[in-house]
Nanobody, 118 residues
């Protein structure tokens, strides 16, 4: 299994970015997908999750609710994180992860850097 994130970069406060997580080697539709982030000197933090198959269920950490949207495209074997109204405190390396329901066996990508600064 392989996960590759892309879409990170430098953006001004209030700006937007769309992260992508392209997967291979897994039956993507069967996997729950998550986004985590890790800021310098801090622990990795869960950001958002989307359920397997239709992705009808999504969840977000409180600090990003109303600003971030997680989605998936099973035809493209990919998950996405649309990030709007970005704040400096959103600066972190963002990682996507995949796991089968009712398991704790995660597969992770290598991460993509997001920097929010003026």
């Amino acid at each position: 299994a392989r996960l590759v994130e892309s879409g990170g970069g430098l953006v001004q406060p209030g700006g937007s970015l769309r992260l992508s997580c392209r997967t291979s080697g897994i039956t993507f539709s069967r996997y729950n997908m998550v986004w985590y982030r890790q800021a310098p000197g801090k622990d990795r933090e869960w950001v958002a999750a989307i359920a397997s198959n239709s992705g009808s269920r999504t969840e977000y950490t409180d600090s990003v609710k109303g600003r971030f949207t997680i989605s998936r495209d099973n035809r493209q074997n990919s998950a996405y994180l649309q990030m709007n109204s970005l704040k400096p405190e959103d600066t972190a390396v963002y990682y996507c992860g995949a796991y089968l329901p009712y398991t704790d066996n995660y597969t992770w990508g290598q991460g993509t850097q997001v920097t929010v600064s003026s």
